[in-house]
């Protein structure tokens, strides 16, 4: 099945993303696992757009393969173009688009440059999501994460989730 394809404005247009609170949470798991080891982690969303109605809608998590590296500047994920492709490859097949990523930072929320130079979500108005204290609050911290889309190339805007997105179930 083939997604609708975005527009040149890619996701720019779209007014509500709608996130179910089961992929959410696995997605938060999955990052808090890598944290209890000390690392960080990458985990992608796949999305249904429906352009008319200015909405998509997530319908899966995946965790590409990625390495984990602890370097003297930080933390750091690098994930191989291949893992990115299969990941793409997987999503087209479900008739979905990569919308948005996911990760955490050991302390506070937010995009660091590498964030905003390397991101796995590269559509115009992606989003990207980033998780304090390697997740280890789950979904109970939510207010504490830190929300961003893209605008541009490496111009990762932060942004309120409230009116935008809608976690469900």
């Known amino acids: 099945m083939t997604p609708p394809a975005p527009s040149p404005r890619g996701l720019l247009d779209v007014e509500r993303f ?6 959410l949470a696995s997605a ?30 997530f319908s899966s998590a995946l965790l590409p393969a990625q390495t984990a590296h602890r370097t003297p500047l930080g933390l750091l994920v690098t994930v191989e173009g291949r893992a990115l492709f299969e990941v793409n490859r997987a999503l087209r097949e479900r008739g ?28 115009l108005g992606a989003l990207s999501i980033v998780v304090p204290d390697f997740a280890r609050h789950g979904l109970t911290a939510a207010d504490r994460w830190a929300w961003f889309r893209l605008f541009g190339p490496c111009d990762w805007r932060p942004i309120r989730p409230e009116g935008l997105v809608e976690v469900t179930g």
């Not at 938060?28 to 909405?55: H, I, K, P």
């Open 96 to 123: 979905e688009i990569l919308a948005a990523q996911l990760h955490a930072h050991p302390t506070d929320a937010f995009h660091s440059d590498t964030d905003d130079r390397r991101p796995l979500a590269t559509l």
């Open 28 to 57: 938060v798991r999955v990052v808090a696992d890598a944290g209890r080891d000390g690392n960080e982690c990458f985990v992608v969303f796949g999305g249904q757009l429906n352009t008319s109605a200015r909405v998509l809608t």
């Open 18 to 23: 709608i996130v179910p609170r089961p992929i």
